[in-house]
């Protein structure tokens, strides 16, 4: 439901023949999706791809970067928050990471499952990365963020990951929800939000507005041409290689987005 090309057929919107875009929606779901060679794709819909962004980049950004963009201002983050967005690999953990770092988070923390993983994501300069499989979630935060909780959790995994997220939250904090890859069901301690005041929500990006998209590239976007976040592609695959895109993606979870370009 997401992807990026050139306008071919541009009928009466702003965007001429030959403009490099990108673009989400409910494409896929309820109408046809990317997996082909063109596209029918509605105005609103549409982002011009700054030009230091190439296509296979532009590609998986706008599901995940509108999403992490959305979420984080819907939580009130603001400069010097703490932020947690687990899964540092995944394409919204990451997104997240990277937009609250550049626009001033006290702390971007994220996690990953395995050694390996974490080496990488340091590698790349992702300083707070907790291994969850040699550290529990509670104490990689307690660590990295000096005994205080966070202020927002963007949560985009699911499963146990869910609850043990919640139960890091500072007073006041705020968790958003919109993952389940890990599970739909998860157990939560309520005083993690009586005790605390905090609050716990769901998102949608189809459900959001095209004025709250457009706020979001809006703040997206000069971050993207300055160079102060840096989408990771793992690796593109030809449209006739999709069936093995989709094993490698499900099978290996790569760290980075699994591209198909026609």
Not at 15 to 21: C, I, L, M, T, W
Not at 132 to 142: F, I, M, P, R, T
Not at 151 to 173: F, K, M, P, R
Request: proline share 4%; charged share 20%; aromatic share 6%.
């Amino acid at each position: 439901n997401e992807g990026a090309g050139v306008v071919e057929a541009p009928g009466d919107s702003s965007f001429p023949e030959g403009a490099r875009v990108m673009f989400t929606g409910p494409y896929g779901v309820s109408e046809d999706g990317t997996y082909g060679e063109s596209i029918a794709v509605r105005l609103e819909d549409l982002c011009l791809i700054p030009d230091n962004i190439d296509d296979a980049t532009a590609a998986g950004m706008p599901l995940a970067y509108l999403t992490a963009q959305i979420t984080l201002m819907q939580a009130g983050f603001a400069p010097g928050k703490i932020v947690l967005a687990p899964a540092i690999g995944g394409a919204v953990g990451n997104a997240v990471t990277q937009l609250a770092r550049a626009q001033g988070a006290g702390m971007a923390i994220s996690t990953t499952t395995s050694p390996a993983k974490a080496k990488q994501a340091r590698a790349l300069g992702f300083e707070h990365v907790i291994d969850l499989s040699a550290e529990d979630l509670a104490h990689g935060v307690a660590r990295i963020a000096g005994g205080r909780g966070v202020d927002v959790v963007i949560e985009s995994v699911g499963g146990a990951l869910t609850g043990q997220a919640l139960a890091t939250l500072a007073l006041n904090g705020v968790l958003t929800t919109l993952g389940y890859s890990a599970g739909r069901e998860t157990t939560i301690d309520v005083t993690d939000l009586i005790w605390k005041r905090a609050s716990m929500s769901g998102f949608s990006l189809f459900a959001q507005s095209h004025a709250v998209r457009a706020a979001a590239w809006a703040a997206i976007l000069p971050l993207l041409a300055s160079g102060a976040v840096k989408p990771i592609v793992e690796r593109t695959y030809k449209l006739e290689e999709s069936a093995e895109a989709l094993r490698h993606l499900i099978e290996d979870r790569p760290f980075g987005r699994v591209i198909v370009a026609h």
